[in-house]
């Protein structure tokens, strides 16, 4: 007679995806928009932008009023300086030639999924080319760096760093990757020489290590490895997770590193901090009120409960977002990307609907463009934003003046 099984306890739902079936959570959707008249896009992105048509502000000399419509221009002349300005004048859309329906629906596309949207799908989507729905993307993301990944968090804050980026995914772009199949029946023997071979044609490839040492484990990291630094604020309602989010980047987990991005973060005086047991975070710790780590080497929790698993939470969204929709993000753009994933995670409880108007209202509220105008023109950004400061870096993407005909051998990412 055979002993019962045990069954397995089921795993507690979150109720993430309660919410996400849910029809609360989709409050707008892509035909609704399509189906919307000229006038009603333009009312649309004058209520997410001023509130309403009598508090209208002028980009040119700050007057807020109603200002004099002219509904042939589709412009104001303001009232106050007599300037002329549209509802994208001074915005990251400043200077646009797509059409408002097509930019609310391309947002809303991109916010819509999940982990992130690659640039080829949106240009599918909207029949535009790569480059112009590459660039709106990036004017989204620019827009989250300039005025979503601001101001100090508050209370109960998480903190981790994670490695990034220096996997010489350059290398690998456009070439096929094969290797020598290895099976179980393979002799003991020849699997050493395979992986001994492969290991000195990597070394041979690679050079001599160029980036820092990573303080915590002694060892020199590769030249474009960056550490991404996430501040998280828990919400402190259960299985609400956490409801603020802020990133920046490093080139190691020092605490020097750490303190200026806790400085810039955290109201310190007034929080709690919660990290690993990395050595990074034990000086700035003693500035809190309190400073809870857990040794993720032994456990995931403490004993009391000691863990920092929203930061981990947001480290995964991230790797989800890099590793299987973006494939390869440089350290040039890195933080644009963390700040996508960033806002995501922020607002992944929201109706869809609500997290349009919020990234619209962003990316009219934080001045025009300063790297994404031109980059199609040849254009770019020549800096890494590290929070230390910008630093130098190569350029990416097609070169100036380049022919209709030329091949690009550096395609924009």
């Known amino acids: ?79 106050g300086c007599g300037s002329t300005f549209s509802v994208t004048s001074g915005t990251v859309f400043s200077g646009r030639k797509l059409p408002l329906q097509t930019i609310i629906a391309g947002t809303l596309l991109w916010l819509n999924s999940a982990a992130g949207q690659p640039a080829l799908e949106l ?43 220096g996997r010489r995914a350059a290398e690998k772009r456009g070439k096929p990757q094969g290797s020598r199949p290895v099976t179980s029946d393979t002799p003991v023997e020849e699997l050493s020489s395979i992986l001994t071979q492969a290991g000195k044609q990597k070394a041979k490839r690679k050079g001599a290590p160029k980036g820092t040492i990573d303080p915590e484990f002694g060892r020199r990291l590769p030249e474009d490895r960056r550490i991404l630094m996430v501040v998280r604020q828990r919400s402190g309602k259960k299985g609400k997770g956490a409801n603020g989010t802020r990133v920046a980047i490093a080139l190691a987990e020092t605490a020097t590193e750490a303190e200026a991005v806790l400085a810039t973060f955290a109201a310190i005086p007034e929080s709690y901090l919660n990290t690993d047991s ?8 003693k500035s809190f009120l309190a400073h809870r780590t857990v ?64 990234a619209l ?22 800096h890494e934003l590290l929070h230390a ?17 030329a091949a690009i051998t550096n395609p924009p990412r």
Request: with cysteine; proline share 6%; aromatic share 10%.
């Open 295 to 358: 040794e993720h080497a032994k456990e995931l929790s403490g004993p009391n409960g000691e863990n920092n698993n929203q930061a981990e939470e947001y480290n995964w969204r991230y790797d989800r977002a890099e590793k299987g929709i973006y494939l390869n993000v440089e350290p040039k753009y890195m933080l644009d990307y963390a700040c996508e994933v960033a806002f995501r995670s922020d607002t992944r409880r929201l109706p869809n609907g609500q997290q349009l108007r919020l």
């Open 123 to 165: 240009k599918r989507h909207l029949n535009v080319t790569y480059n112009t729905a590459y660039t709106l993307q990036h004017k989204l993301r620019e827009a989250l760096v300039r005025g979503y990944n601001q101001g100090p968090l508050a209370g109960d804050l998480e903190m981790d760093g994670a490695h990034q980026s």
């Open 1 to 79: 007679m055979s002993e019962p099984t045990t069954a397995k306890p089921k795993r507690r739902r979150s109720g993430t995806a309660d919410w996400h079936m849910s029809r609360e959570a989709v409050s707008l959707s892509v035909p609704q928009v399509f189906a919307w008249s000229d006038r009603e896009c333009l009312d649309f992105m004058v209520e997410v932008r001023f509130g309403s048509w009598n508090t209208v502000g002028c980009p040119h000399c700050g007057t807020t009023g109603k200002h004099y419509w002219r509904p042939l221009q589709k412009r104001w002349k303001c009232a």
């Open 361 to 382: 209202n962003v990316a009219t509220n934080v001045g025009e463009s300063r790297f994404w105008r031109g980059f199609t023109h040849g254009t770019h950004r020549t």
């Open 278 to 285: 990395s050595p990074a975070y034990a000086a700035i710790g």
């Open 389 to 405: 400061g910008p630093r130098l870096a190569k350029s990416s993407g097609p070169a100036k003046g380049l022919s209709p005909g």
